[in-house]
């Protein structure tokens, strides 16, 4: 089946430092990937879509300058948490599409754990 | 606001009988529906999907039940094994839509 991974896994870092996740799919490619933030108790919840070659469209209060996106290539999609603070503290996880428009199915990654202190 | 809800947190089930976990939803445009699988340390993994134009779906042990009116689905698993212990998610999408919405989840757990 398709995968997709993230690295690191878990970062902790310093407030006011950035912070940058990787997402990439191993065996297919992905034109469209996905970035969610699931708090503790909470439902994933999807911050933005990211288009190869194109820029990725936030979902409302999702601040465009503080997290980053960049989809290179249509393997590889990047998060970077700028200026991070302890409120951005969260398990953040990407998904990629297989197909057109419409399909259903999305892979996800095992996700990165990221502690601001 | 959160448009797909799972109100039960947990459910522990003895192998061999039925789990069933519930979800409801609010928005009336969701046209199709997900259950999504999570063990620790993994990202969730798709189980099984049902489309708003039927009713039920099934697949080996594991049956979708959509209710349109009730905006309510239900996932049943049977026989239930301890390998099924897991979180479970149910997700919602909207005609041509690219994002999924997820409910909070349902931890199950299978006792053997």
């Known amino acids: 089946g398709a995968v997709v991974s993230q690295h690191p896994s878990w970062v902790i870092c310093k407030s006011g430092t950035s912070v940058k996740i990787e997402c990439r799919s191993l065996?297919?490619?992905?034109?469209?990937m996905f970035w969610y933030r699931q708090f503790p108790k909470q439902s994933l919840m999807l911050m933005a879509t990211?288009?190869?070659?194109?820029?990725?469209?936030?979902e409302q209060g999702v601040e465009k300058d503080k997290f980053l996106i960049n989809h290179a290539s249509l393997t590889l999609s990047t998060l970077t948490v700028t200026s991070a603070h302890p409120e951005d503290s969260s398990f953040y996880i990407c998904?990629?599409?297989?197909?057109?428009?419409?399909?259903?199915?999305?892979?996800f990654g095992p996700g990165t754990r990221l502690t601001v202190t | 606001d959160q448009q797909v809800k799972q109100n039960s947190p947990s459910l522990s089930v003895q192998e061999g009988r039925i789990s069933i976990l519930n979800c409801d939803y609010t928005?009336?445009?969701?046209?199709?529906f997900l259950w999504y699988k999570k063990y620790p340390a993994e990202g969730p993994t798709f189980l099984i999907s049902?489309?708003?134009?039927?009713d039920k779906n099934e697949d080996g042990r594991f049956t979708v039940f959509l209710n349109k009116s009730a905006k309510h689905l239900s996932l049943h698993i049977v026989p239930s094994q301890p390998g099924d212990s897991a979180v479970y998610f149910c997700?919602?999408?909207?005609?041509?839509?690219?994002?999924?919405?997820f409910g909070t989840g349902t931890r199950l757990t299978v006792i053997p």
């Open positions: 998904s990629a599409k297989l197909g057109g428009t419409g399909s259903e199915l999305q892979y």
């Open positions: 928005n009336s445009m969701f046209d199709y």
């Open positions: 990211s288009n190869e070659g194109s820029k990725a469209t936030y």
């Open positions: 049902i489309s708003s134009i039927k």
């Open positions: 997700a919602a999408r909207k005609t041509g839509a690219n994002n999924l919405f």
């Open positions: 065996d297919f490619q992905a034109t469209t």
